[in-house]
């Protein structure tokens, strides 16, 4: 028997069930993973809360984790039994301690990055590349405007942009934030909490604002990542922390200087097996050679049976870049 978080309806962190079930054999095309750690992301929340309603109760959870391939499903020739791989696309089910993924959604982990590594990095470290190497391609030497900069996505962006050689304004909610975003990176950080964020914006670039704002936070910073942009400047929505951006104008975006928005997701720019590979080369290269750093505390890593309790930790604000759950 494995174990699993379900739940049965939406709600709070108290939905959350550690059940047992019987997995099934990996279908044609898939392989069967052995959980070594596994992934949270603010996703999950929406998905258990019911933003992004599940097709069928009971539902498993999660969809990243890096682990030991243990069964292999007909037709799958990439990857063996034994396979150290990590994946961050699958369907829902990666809290659990055995899991079945597409085979096309598994890449494999170097040696050189530990299973904890590589399930904290893999989803939010595809979401940094899809964003400053796809969604607008970061030049050396160009300033940006990145929103909760000292969140797990925020201080792989911070890494990543420094890395570039560009320079990452970061958006925290406190002075503590503010320098793990700056040791992550940033080159500047506006807490929100008492400073207006397209002003300072604008002090920091001699009136000139950005080109590109990557807001993941949504309801709450709309309008100032808006104010925070130059005329044709892109707004990149890709989250709602603080709840999603609805009943929009059009023509705030004229009145704003002809702005473009995007509401991009992975799955937006991960479509095949290839762009899988080419993504996570690129991130594992960074992580390997220490220009990004993934480690994650002792006291984001919970057991898997505490879920519940991770989920509270994560949406009470109270962590520091990526948390993990690790099977028993």
């Not at 069930?17 to 990996?26: G, R, S």
Request: some cysteine; glycine content about 10%; hydrophobic content about 40%.
């Amino acid at each position: 028997m494995a174990k699993r978080i379900q739940f049965n309806a939406h709600g709070g962190p108290e939905v959350l069930e550690y059940v047992e079930f019987t997995p099934k054999d990996p279908a044609a095309g898939e392989v069967q993973i052995s959980n070594k750690a596994i992934g949270i992301n603010y996703i999950d929340t929406y998905i258990r809360g019911g933003l992004y309603p599940v097709p069928q109760f009971p539902s498993g959870l999660g969809t990243e984790a890096a682990g030991v391939v243990t069964k292999v499903g007909a037709g799958v020739t990439s990857i063996e039994v034994g396979d150290r791989v990590v994946y961050a696309q699958s369907s829902l089910g990666a809290y659990s301690t055995v899991h079945n993924v597409p085979a096309e959604k598994v890449a494999l982990l170097p040696e050189a990055i530990s299973f904890e590594q590589g399930a904290a990095a893999f989803l939010k470290g595809l979401t940094v590349h899809y964003l400053l190497r796809q969604t607008y391609e970061i030049k050396a030497g160009e300033i940006f405007l990145f929103h909760a900069a000292a969140g797990g996505v925020g201080q792989i962006a911070c890494q990543w942009a420094k890395a570039l050689g560009a320079k990452l304004i970061g958006t925290v909610g406190s002075d503590a934030k503010a320098e793990r975003a700056k040791q992550a990176g940033a080159w500047a950080t506006i807490n929100y909490q008492t400073e207006d964020i397209a002003q300072r914006v604008s002090e920091l670039t001699q009136g000139e604002k950005v080109s590109v704002v990557y807001d993941s936070v949504g309801k709450s910073t709309w309008l100032a990542s808006l104010d925070s942009l130059k005329k044709r400047g892109l707004m990149v929505s890709f989250g709602n922390a603080s709840g999603p951006v609805t009943g929009v104008d059009l023509g705030i975006l004229n009145q704003k200087g002809s702005l473009y928005v995007t509401r991009p997701s992975l799955n937006g720019y991960i479509n095949s097996h290839q762009d899988l590979l080419s993504a996570s080369h690129e991130l594992f290269s960074l992580i390997a050679s220490g220009a990004i750093n993934v480690d994650v505390p002792d006291a984001q890593k919970f057991a898997l049976a505490d879920a519940k309790k991770a989920h509270e930790t994560l949406q009470s604000r109270g962590t520091q870049g990526s948390s993990l759950l690790i099977p028993e």
